[in-house]
């Protein structure tokens, strides 16, 4: 029954083994040939792009450490040029202290030195009163003694006069 049925099919057992043997052959050609390149070129491309991968993401870290260090550094300038302005504005407030200081004591210096000059005028202004005065006494005491007076006279009347002239003032 089998041997009719591969009769009426045409179907000779050499030949089967030789299309079987041929398949085969075809096979392990298409696998040494194609398969093993196709693999290995899947494999190495799969290498690559992972080893991108690792590249792109050591390369990212990189930035970001370095948008950290950049980030740190613009921090770091941003408070050194705070403290520089913090500085300037002490030092100009120094200088101003300092400016408005030598200014009030050049002032009180100015203020001293006119005092004394008033203070000097004044005792020149009361001399001068006084030796008039006095000189006004002895004219005055002159006529109306007129000349009755001896010089001892003369001069205790001044001195009188002198002293009566400054206990006035």
Do not use: C
Not at 7 to 33: C, H, M, R, T
Not at 62 to 74: D, P
Not at 140 to 153: C, E, H, M, N, Y
Request: glycine share 4%; no cysteine; proline share 2%.
């Amino acid at each position: 029954m089998v041997k009719e049925i591969f009769q009426a099919l045409g179907f000779e057992p050499a030949s089967f083994l030789f299309q079987a043997f041929n398949v085969l052959v075809i096979i392990l050609l298409l696998y040494k040939f194609l398969w093993k390149p196709l693999t290995q070129s899947m494999a190495n491309r799969e290498e690559k792009i992972s080893g991108d991968l690792r590249e792109a993401a050591l390369a990212r870290e990189k930035a970001e450490e370095m948008i950290v260090s950049y980030q740190q550094r613009l921090e770091k300038a941003n408070q050194e040029g705070q403290a520089i302005l913090e500085r300037a504005a002490k030092m100009a407030e120094g200088a101003r202290a300092e400016i408005l200081a030598q200014a009030k004591e050049e002032a009180a210096r100015a203020m001293e030195q006119a005092r004394m000059e008033i203070e000097k005028e004044k005792r020149k202004a009361l001399a001068a009163i006084r030796n008039q005065a006095a000189d006004l006494v002895v004219v005055t005491t002159g006529k109306v003694l007129a000349r009755t007076l001896s010089p001892g006279d003369h001069e205790h009347l001044v001195r009188e006069a002198l002293t009566e002239v400054e206990r006035l003032q």
